[in-house]
């Protein structure tokens, strides 16, 4: 099992509409996860960290934490274009990141 | 402001050739991250260097070796390059090695090519 999994996408969905991006992992003990957002030929870019378990909010994001099931998510509300890009979850301790979640925005 | 510079952006190498790339950052961050990004891998660390005299190893560090040179540069070299280390290569640094707030900020990115 891989210590931070993803679904790899792509996600499609229409503008305006709430995108929900999921990660899983497999230690434990991690305790802060955190989202990072790269646009294609771009280097990634932090967007929401997370280290309680419940939700955390930024504008139109979310970022929710359940450490007894090892998930953490990220909600995008009232998608737009310019959220189409590559999401990384990232887990503390061995700076581990998911294989990225590819979210397409359309029109 | 640069914040995290690395270079070269491109370079196109032949099996068994040698190189190093280079990272420097201007944030008097004290830790430095070596990543390599595969299609459909995310970023897999290669090393790091929690702080300035110490470097460590990650997840894919076979074939590399890195020098931190000092709190500002943290180089990462090929010694034999092989067509496997086809990647983007992203140099990154954080204030306390992450471990308060794990954000990383993250260099443009160089993109190797081996033949």
């Known amino acids: 099992q891989k210590e931070v999994e993803q679904n790899s996408g792509p996600l499609s969905v229409p503008e305006g509409a709430i995108a929900s991006l999921n990660c899983t992992y497999s230690d434990r003990v991690s305790q802060s996860f955190f989202w990072y957002r790269q646009y294609s030929g771009k280097s990634p870019e932090l967007i929401m960290s997370?280290?309680?378990?419940g939700d955390k909010e930024d504008g139109r994001f979310t970022a929710q934490l359940n450490k007894a099931s090892q998930y953490v998510s990220l909600l995008i509300r009232d998608s737009q274009p310019s959220d189409s890009a590559t999401y990384l979850c990232?887990?503390?301790?061995?700076?581990?990141f998911g294989q990225g979640t590819e979210l397409s925005v359309k029109p | 402001n640069a914040g995290v510079t690395q270079t070269p952006k491109f370079q196109v190498l032949k099996t068994g050739q040698s190189m190093t790339l280079q990272c420097a950052q201007d944030?008097?961050?004290?830790?430095m991250y070596w990543y390599r990004q595969d299609p459909g891998m995310g970023l897999r660390l290669i090393y790091y260097?929690?702080?300035?005299?110490?470097?460590d190893k990650g997840e894919v560090p076979n074939g590399y070796n890195v020098s931190r040179l000092n709190k500002r540069e943290f180089s990462l070299r090929l010694e034999s390059a092989a067509p496997s280390q086809t990647s983007v290569y992203f140099c990154a640094s954080s204030e306390s090695g992450g471990r308060i707030t794990g954000e990383l900020f993250f260099g443009e990115g160089s993109r190797l090519t081996v033949l």
């Open positions: 944030m008097n961050h004290n830790s």
């Open positions: 260097s929690a702080s300035e005299g110490t470097t």
């Open positions: 997370i280290y309680s378990n």
């Open positions: 990232a887990v503390r301790g061995k700076l581990i």
